[in-house]
């Protein structure tokens, strides 16, 4: 099990610059099993966001990164370098959003299935049922993928 903290760009508080939200995000056998996310400003900190992915036995060819917690990234995954993706592909994904008092607010389950891979391995389809996370770039529903090798 390994956690890796990432830092958004910090804003200046008097003349310290100081993280508004800090990510803690878990790996386990290769893939991100979840993130925990929350305000650290000194005097507000509380949790903001958890979430966790149950990953497949399937693994896919050059897959894109997927982070439950991408709402800003989410549009621009395949054009930004978010380093090495999981290994295998997502089955389940829960994202639950907290209150300002810090209570569960809203929970999202989205469940992948019926992945049809080519024959090179990579994947070409999948279906997305459940509630939208909002952190991926997938509706719900079927999804169909391209690949271009220049």
């Known amino acids: 099990l390994k956690a890796i903290q990432y830092l958004n760009t910090p804003v200046l508080i008097g003349s310290l ?16 099993t979840g993130a925990t996310g929350g305000v650290v400003v000194p005097g507000l900190e509380q949790k903001v966001l958890e979430a966790t992915v149950e990953f497949d036995a399937a693994a896919a ?12 990234t989410s549009l621009f995954v395949m054009a ?19 209150d300002d008092a810090g209570k569960p607010d809203e929970t999202y389950v989205t469940n992948y299935k019926n992945f049809v891979f080519s024959s090179d391995g990579y994947l070409l389809e999948w279906y997305a049922q459940g509630e939208e996370a ?17």
């Not at 610059?17 to 991100?32: A, C, D, H, I, K």
């Not at 060819?61 to 800003?72: A, Q, R, S």
């Open 17 to 32: 610059p100081l993280p508004v939200f800090r990510f803690t995000y878990t790996w386990q056998g290769g893939n991100l």
């Open 61 to 72: 060819k050059n897959f894109i990164p997927i982070f439950p917690d991408g709402f800003e």
């Open 80 to 98: 930004l370098d978010f380093g090495k993706p999981s290994r295998n592909l997502p089955r389940k994904m829960t994202v639950i959003l907290y």
């Open 134 to 150: 909002g952190g991926t770039p997938f509706p719900v529903g079927r999804a169909r993928f391209g690949y271009y090798c220049p």
